[in-house]
């Protein structure tokens, strides 16, 4: 209780200046400064704190400084007869004792809220695997029975645990609204907990530097209302729908008998590669290529076309298409929601 009201107090007169120094106020920005989960909360208001204490130290060195370098006070000094007593004491206060304490202050705060942010406040939270490929997030629900790609759902106001492993390389999870960054390293299962407070869209982003793409290495972390989520569980645990309307059922035909098959399932079809995203409800996602582009028919176009052209060194070939194929293949997937 303590420590949140400390966090209240620091961050409303933070905000504040923020707010005069910036017109960039703006909800969506992912900013870790804009915290909408508990976690992220902690970690703005430590910040916040570390700035107002930084603060003050640089404006009593800065006033210090500029009395000895006063001329009228440099005037008095060398009229001065060897050095006062309290210069030592000043000394001895100033560049030991204060220094000292004020780190210690910071030093328990931070360890304070590494402990909290290091475990959920309540057990038995849900749990989210996450994989790291290079350059997209492989997600699933174990309890569920559910893979899927570059969405994480979670139900708002209530934790979420999330277990971290990596297929190649080093990568980091990290949500600025919502927590602070955990890395995903081969060979092991790092453990970290996301909740958010408010239903909404919270851009993730890889954090660690992994190669070629790295930038574009996005991930959304779509918080639903319970009700929402509960929909959204049970929809994406099922097979994929059966395709509506004659162009997606000939986009089924063209899809299911091209390379596609080789890399990605469907679930309830036969295609069932596992180097690329599943895309059994692949519809239903907010991008194409981990962030790289929105999802759209025009976009998915360009994306199975030659997605080299928009995300160059990715695993994806281009896939020759005819036209009429293209349009079918697009119609089918686009209705897998
Ligand atoms: Cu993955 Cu950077």
Known sequence: MRS??????VRSAGTLVFALGSSACVDTSPS????????????????????????????????LILMGVLPGRRRRTTRDKGTPRW????????????????????WVFTLSDMSALSQPRRSRAMKVQVVG????????????????????????????????????????FWVPQLTGKTDLISGRTNRMWIQADRPGVYRGQCAEYCGLQHANMIFYVVADPPE????????????APTPTGSAATRGREVFLSSACVGCHTIRGTEAQGKVGP??????????????????TPSNLAIWISDS???KPGNLMPPIPLRPDELETVIAFLEGLK
């Open 4 to 9: 949140r009201s400390r966090h209240c107090w």
């Open 32 to 63: 870790t400064l804009h915290p909408e989960g508990p976690g992220a909360d902690r970690i703005a208001g430590l910040w916040w704190f570390m700035f107002w204490v930084s603060a003050i130290v640089v404006a009593v060195v800065t006033a």
């Open 87 to 106: 210069a030592g004491r000043l000394v001895v206060l100033g560049g030991v004792v204060v220094p000292v304490a004020v780190l210690a202050v910071l």
């Open 133 to 172: 490929h290079q350059w997209w997030w492989e997600v699933r629900y174990p309890q569920q029975g559910i893979v899927t790609a570059n969405d994480i759902h979670i139900p708002v106001g209530r934790p979420v645990e999330v277990e971290l492993t990596t297929d190649d390389v080093i990568h980091s």
């Open 228 to 239: 929402t989520f509960r929909l959204w569980l049970s929809r994406e645990g099922q097979p």
């Open 278 to 295: 599943d895309l059994t409800h692949v519809g239903g996602r907010i991008s194409i290529g981990a962030g790289t582009l929105s999802n």
């Open 308 to 310: 080299q052209s928009v």
